[in-house]
């Protein structure tokens, strides 16, 4: 299968678990996940017309979208590993969102330096919800304590957009499910506690399980594997 043809039927599920789940056509985005995997493929996706694009690692994303920003301005580059604070400088230079922010520290940095940069940059919350996740915010309490220092205007460079998790990895779905539904509850719980802060994004659902992220209300997939194929690690 060639990744226009994977594009197709990922797009093509999407849709379809939009419908089953009684969403808007269109309410889910996709992020094409192209870690491990040479410019040439995001060329090759961007040429299909897809646009958004997540990478792990700040050093191997700068490199590949150096090149594939000369011919394609247009590509969105979303940071979506864990993110250690000094590689901050770096991430804030070539992303468009860091979607993996698990402490308010790596908040307290990516403002100081996108202020520094005169640059303004959206992030997700990344919520531990997996026991074999190492990152994320433990618990309800410590994500709100995140959002209540973003919410409270701390931040004039940073614009908090929403959540982000992980589903364990496991072929019991009740447990993926579970950790879905759990962000998704989050979030209705925060939204109803700041009302003023717009926090729309759930990033949720990646190759094995974007079907039932979306059933569960994510709003954005991260697909790899499904559209690139395997990973040489
Ligand atoms: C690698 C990765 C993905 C994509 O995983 P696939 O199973 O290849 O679709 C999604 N989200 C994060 C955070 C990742 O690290």
């Given at each position: 299968?060639?990744?226009?043809?994977n594009l197709h039927s990922v797009l093509e599920n999407i849709r379809n678990a939009e419908k089953k789940s009684g969403r808007?056509e269109?309410s889910v985005k996709l992020l094409?996940?192209?870690?491990?995997?040479?410019?040439?493929?995001?060329?090759?996706?961007?040429?299909?017309?897809?646009?958004?694009?997540?990478?792990?690692?700040?050093?191997?994303?700068?490199?590949?979208?150096?090149?594939?920003?000369?011919?394609?301005?247009?590509?969105?580059?979303?940071?979506?590993?864990?993110?250690?604070?000094?590689?901050?400088?770096?991430?804030?230079?070539?992303?468009?969102?860091?979607?993996?922010?698990?402490?308010?520290?790596?908040?307290?940095?990516?403002?100081?330096?996108?202020?520094?940069?005169?640059?303004?940059?959206?992030?997700?919350?990344?919520?531990?919800?997996?026991?074999?996740?190492?990152?994320?915010?433990?618990?309800?309490?410590?994500?709100?304590?995140?959002?209540?220092?973003?919410?409270?205007?701390?931040?004039?460079?940073?614009?908090?957009?929403?959540?982000?998790?992980?589903a364990?990895?496991t072929d019991d779905e009740r447990l993926i499910r579970k950790s879905f539904s759990?962000?998704r509850?989050?979030?209705?719980?925060?939204?109803?506690?700041?009302?003023?802060?717009?926090?729309?994004?759930l990033s949720m659902g990646m190759s094995g399980d974007y079907t039932i992220a979306i059933e569960e209300g994510s709003t954005e997939v991260r697909v790899g594997t499904a559209i690139?194929?395997?990973?040489?690690?």
């Amino acid at each position: 299968m060639t990744i226009q043809e994977n594009l197709h039927s990922v797009l093509e599920n999407i849709r379809n678990a939009e419908k089953k789940s009684g969403r808007a056509e269109g309410s889910v985005k996709l992020l094409a996940v192209s870690k491990f995997h040479p410019a040439s493929a995001v060329l090759d996706a961007l040429s299909c017309g897809q646009k958004l694009f997540g990478e792990n690692r700040v050093q191997e994303a700068a490199e590949k979208f150096d090149e594939v920003r000369t011919a394609h301005p247009e590509a969105v580059l979303h940071i979506i590993g864990q993110l250690q604070s000094n590689k901050v400088k770096k991430a804030v230079g070539i992303a468009d969102c860091i979607e993996s922010v698990d402490r308010i520290e790596l908040i307290q940095e990516i403002e100081k330096q996108c202020a520094a940069a005169g640059k303004i940059i959206r992030i997700l919350l990344e919520v531990h919800t997996a026991e074999d996740s190492k990152s994320g915010f433990a618990d309800y309490s410590a994500l709100e304590q995140a959002v209540e220092f973003v919410c409270a205007g701390n931040t004039p460079h940073v614009t908090l957009d929403g959540f982000m998790t992980m589903a364990p990895f496991t072929d019991d779905e009740r447990l993926i499910r579970k950790s879905f539904s759990t962000v998704r509850e989050y979030a209705e719980k925060i939204r109803g506690a700041y009302p003023d802060c717009r926090l729309p994004v759930l990033s949720m659902g990646m190759s094995g399980d974007y079907t039932i992220a979306i059933e569960e209300g994510s709003t954005e997939v991260r697909v790899g594997t499904a559209i690139f194929g395997e990973r040489n690690y």
